[in-house]
């Protein structure tokens, strides 16, 4: 069973909090795989983005035997296979329904599911990873969506919440779902089926919104 981690962003490099708990989960650091946003464009941005964060891995001592970036660049096949034995999996940010219907065409997502190593979702990695994605206007998308995600985890989140300003949109749709605002420099992790809250994290439920982190 894989450990899951629903991340917002970190600006300023891995938090003091993050950096302990990765150290005590990641035992096995033989194989990372990042996995892009937009597989078929931008390729230099994703390059970027795999060396940044294997660069804040290195930052706080963590290394990797061997790293791989999946983007339009690798085949199906090879991207499965990479999924499938990865020690950790890091789904990156950017264009919510844009990752998730290429990790659809791309076959991964059983592969993800049923993965046993670390997941790890940064924006639109954390929202596509629940059994619900809930993509907002609030959150920068250009029009609200709703659709059947990963399903590693059972819960509902908005990264990059800003407390001071919650939008009617999001409070609207708390009458249906309880959704975890996740500011940046947030986590939850999944850790035998329990959530651990680091961070400012809030629970917005039937309009109403508290802090739980």
Known sequence: MSINILTSMFPNGFTKDFEK?????????????????????????????YSHFLDMFVKIDIHFDNTYLIDSRTSKEVAQRLIETADVIWLSGGD???????????????????????????????????????CTISCGHTEQKIYEGIGVVDIFVEPHFNNSDVSDELL??????????????????????????LGDIFLIENRTVKQIS
């Not at 946003?37 to 970027?48: M, P």
Request: proline share 3%; hydrophobic share 35%; net charge negative.
């Open 21 to 49: 708990q990765l150290k005590r989960l990641i035992t096995k650091r033989e194989k990372f795989v990042f996995v892009a946003s937009e597989f078929d464009k931008n390729h230099d941005t994703n390059d970027y983005y």
């Open 96 to 134: 919510t329904p844009t990752q998730f219907n290429y990790l659809k065409s791309y076959g991964l997502l059983p592969f993800i599911k049923n993965s046993s190593g670390i997941i790890i979702g940064m924006s639109a990695g954390s929202i596509n990873m629940a059994k619900t994605a809930i």
């Open 172 to 197: 609207e749709l708390s009458k249906q779902y309880s959704i975890y605002g996740m500011c940046d420099e947030s986590l939850i992790i999944y850790e035998n089926e329990e959530p651990i809250f």
